[in-house]
């Protein structure tokens, strides 16, 4: 069975750091790519960012480019987010996300557009 | 404010029919076909439902149906069920390597 589980969730203050920890079991974590995902309370979702399977290739939305630093460790199934520089507006419940992929003959790819599991996700709040 | 903009919410009584449009630009949803749809329950993660603008992941009843004209994606449920009840999100890729959501659907079975 697929399991994300986020930790690292938590109250603080403005202009300071946290970082998120996202752990996979369930199926083999090096053959993904894998996004954070955010949604602010009663809001929708957002995409933040993802990385490749190596780790290679990382791509964030605008609003956290030079802010928040998506990593991986295939060695320990692990996904992490490092966010520095927390403004009011990152406030919001932070979803570990897995992209599909596809494989037909012996051949895989990845479908980086969507998502096909998701964790349960660990609120951030940024207040004073 | 979303990148792709939904209805707030839309209703319908068992049975019937209600579609949930996904209105953006000719950056994403109108220039990709790589529009998807993702169902929530409250204190849920999100379920996709629908991706390729149309095609069904295994284990989505067909009940749920997706279709593109220019720039605005739709949802489709039919014969709504009370399990359907719940929060649609739409999404699309809007180049490089950047993907938005809509603001939301609450659908309400009456």
């Known amino acids: 069975e697929v399991q994300l589980v986020e930790s690292g969730g938590g109250l603080v203050q403005p202009g300071g750091s946290l970082r998120l920890s996202c752990a996979a079991s369930g199926f083999t974590f090096s053959s993904y790519w894998l996004s954070w995902v955010r949604q602010a309370p009663g809001k929708g979702l957002e995409w933040v960012a993802n990385?490749?399977?190596?780790?290679?290739?990382?791509y964030y939305v605008a609003s956290v480019k030079g802010r928040f630093t998506i990593s991986r460790d295939n060695a320990k199934n692990s996904l992490y987010l490092q966010m520095n520089s927390l403004r009011a507006e990152d406030t919001a419940v932070y979803y570990c996300?897995?992209?599909?992929?596809?494989?037909?003959?012996?051949?895989?790819?990845?479908?980086?557009?969507?998502?096909?599991?998701w964790g349960q996700g660990t609120l951030v709040t940024v207040s004073s | 404010q979303s990148a792709l903009t939904q209805p707030p919410s839309a209703s319908g009584s068992p049975g019937q029919s209600v579609t949930i449009s996904c209105t953006g630009t000719?950056?994403?949803?109108?220039?990709?076909?790589?529009v998807s749809w993702y169902q929530q329950h409250p204190g849920t993660a999100p379920k996709l439902m629908i991706y390729?603008?149309?095609k069904r992941p295994s284990g989505v009843p067909d009940r749920f149906s997706g279709s593109k004209s220019g720039n605005t994606a739709s949802l489709t449920v039919s014969g709504l069920q009370a399990e359907d009840e719940a929060d649609y999100y739409c999404s699309s890729y809007a180049g490089s390597n950047n993907l938005v959501f809509g603001g939301g659907t609450k659908l309400t079975v009456l």
């Open positions: 996300a897995r992209h599909l992929r596809f494989c037909s003959g012996g051949n895989c790819y990845s479908a980086i557009y969507y998502f096909d599991y």
């Open positions: 000719s950056s994403d949803v109108g220039g990709y076909n790589y």
């Open positions: 390729d603008v149309s």
């Open positions: 990385i490749k399977q190596d780790g290679s290739e990382t």
